[in-house]
């Protein structure tokens, strides 16, 4: 995944940029058709992260193989930068998480470079899972049946998920992996309920809350605990949905200098 940088005095990727810290988020968007079969098994485990500058006439406008044509090492993840666990990973883990830079790069260009997923890079996956011998639980070598088209889907080894990828040139805050602990919603009664927990909430001063894009609170949500190194626990009543219809519910951080930082995403279904 190739990305241009955003910038203020042109087009992406026309001025370099100095960058200190990322930030990557693998939690699946739903629905994955159609690897329904693979949700967070897929998700990105390990990655590395190059950086190139596309007005160096010699980098080819950053659009060359890497490593090589003006493509730069700029961070590599530990193997477990996203952590799993049996019996399979748990969204607070794969939200959004931050990684700083030893040395900061000047680029107009970031390419996230996938070292494994969750299935091919966490050994708590690899090999059978149970007794039954009717059934493949090994998670790299499970071969999934035809789909509704008799097609073949794709094995879950060969699909990687990564939902964002943030730069920065300074750290901007507490990392949302660490802020937000939960983000669920239920459906009861013809009405939705989205709650939430927070770790700590230094830096924080509230939250705003997204179904399918729009924004549902007119008014900043206010972080309990603002400015403390305590969490808090949050629910939001949502009366304007449909039976029947799917909704997805997005969380956004509002931090007391103003930036704004996707946190949290879920989905449900209104009975």
Aim: charge should be positive.
């Amino acid at each position: 995944m190739t990305v241009a940088l955003a910038s203020l005095s042109g087009p992406a990727g026309s001025t370099p940029q100095s960058i200190s810290l990322l930030r990557v988020s693998v939690l699946p968007v739903f629905p994955l058709d159609p690897q329904p079969y693979c949700t967070r098994f897929c998700s990105l485990r390990s990655f590395a992260v190059f950086a190139c500058d596309a007005t160096v006439p010699a980098n080819l406008n950053c659009t060359g193989p890497t490593p090589g044509t003006g493509w730069t090492l700029a961070y590599t993840s530990a193997a477990d930068a996203f952590p799993g666990a049996i019996p399979r990973p748990l969204a607070p883990n794969l939200t959004m998480r931050s990684f700083t830079l030893a040395n900061p790069v000047t680029a107009t260009h970031l390419r996230l470079v996938v070292n494994g997923n969750q299935c091919t890079g966490n050994p708590a996956y690899n090999g059978d899972q149970d007794n039954d011998p009717t059934s493949n639980s090994d998670c790299t070598s499970f071969v999934p049946l035809p789909n509704q088209n008799n097609t073949m889907p794709t094995p879950p080894s060969q699909v990687v998920h990564a939902a964002e990828l943030e730069a920065f040139g300074s750290t901007p805050g507490p990392p949302t992996a660490v802020v937000v602990r939960s983000f669920a919603a239920r459906a009861s009664h013809g009405h939705a309920t989205v709650t939430w927990k927070t770790g700590t909430e230094q830096g924080i001063a509230g939250f705003e809350l997204w179904r399918n894009g729009v924004k549902l609170n007119r008014t900043l949500i206010a972080a309990k605990q603002s400015g403390g190194a305590t969490g808090a626990t949050y629910a939001f009543g949502d009366r304007n949905v449909q039976r029947g219809a799917a909704y997805t519910y997005r969380l956004r951080i509002v931090e007391l200098n103003g930036t704004k930082v996707w946190a949290a995403k879920t989905s449900l279904r209104v009975k």
